[in-house]
């Protein structure tokens, strides 16, 4: 799986040291040398891991501070990159690990090592599978849709369907992953509807043993969308 992370710093040491390291982990490096930049990026991309200059990079800590009021980023792995001054300061605005200089290549990988699963468990939370699910939606006063999912996720499901949604809350979806026997029964809400037979479903309760099976199974699809070659 190929990680892709943003470093935001203008000091030519840093990136010497991060870049090898990162590389071994399997995690893309795009460099930003300004903090105005840097937030300009983050508004309209997501990385897995974001690693903020703070103290060498006029802006830094304004950057580490907005990314967590965004939307894009709030939940990536940030890594402050310190001159020994700001490490209280920095956890505070939402760094999840800090980096003093000088950095060596040892402390390096040694630190994101230590953030890789991290950066894996927030990649597969965020990943959508394209897939098509029969899915039977039970709401309220015994009604029941029939629909057809258009993608998965860990936290619910994008649906069409023919017709108009029922009135009521849902009390259940109904659907099995594909190439197993994992049933799932997970409690949902309407998240969004367009009124042209597409509707978003947020799970709000998944037993314990169906989300594990779930987890599984998306972690095992995104394996396999990396894994396969680009088409032109």
């Given at each position: ?5 943003l ?5 030519p040491?840093?990136?010497r ?9 399997s ?10 930049s ?6 309209s ?7 903020v ?22 939940n990536?792995?940030?890594?402050a ?5 700001t ?24 630190c ?13 939370r ?8 029969a ?7 015994g ?9 998965l ?6 649906i069409?369907?023919r ?5 009521g809350?849902i009390?259940k ?5 594909p ?6 029964e997970?409690?949902a809400?309407?998240a969004?509807?367009?009124g042209?037979?597409r ?28 894994k ?5």
């Amino acid at each position: 799986m190929v990680l892709e992370s943003l470093l935001l710093s203008r000091d030519p040491q840093v990136i010497r040291v991060l870049r090898p390291a990162l590389e071994k982990l399997s995690i893309d490096l795009e460099v930003c040398r300004g903090a105005r930049s840097g937030n300009e990026i983050l508004s309209s991309e997501r990385f897995d891991a974001i690693i903020v200059d703070c103290d060498d990079l006029q802006g830094g800590l304004e950057v580490l501070e907005s990314l967590r009021k965004g939307t894009s980023n709030k939940n990536s792995v940030a890594f402050a990159i310190l001159n020994g001054t700001t490490t209280h300061k920095a956890f505070q605005l939402g760094a999840n690990f800090v980096l003093q200089k000088p950095i060596s290549p040892i402390n390096a990988m040694r630190c994101f090592s230590a953030a890789l699963g991290f950066m894996m468990r927030e990649r597969r939370r965020y990943f959508r599978h394209p897939v098509e699910i029969a899915v039977t939606v039970a709401f309220g006063q015994g009604h029941e849709l029939k629909a057809a999912t258009t993608n998965l996720s860990e936290g619910g499901m994008a649906i069409r369907f023919r017709g108009k949604l029922p009135t009521g809350g849902i009390s259940k979806v109904l659907f099995t992953l594909p190439g197993t026997h994992a049933s799932m029964e997970p409690r949902a809400e309407v998240a969004w509807a367009d009124g042209a037979g597409r509707a978003g479903l947020r799970f709000l309760e998944v037993p314990q043993k169906s989300r594990e099976q779930l987890e599984d199974w998306l972690a095992q699809q995104l394996q396999l969308q990396q894994k396969a070659p680009a088409k032109n």
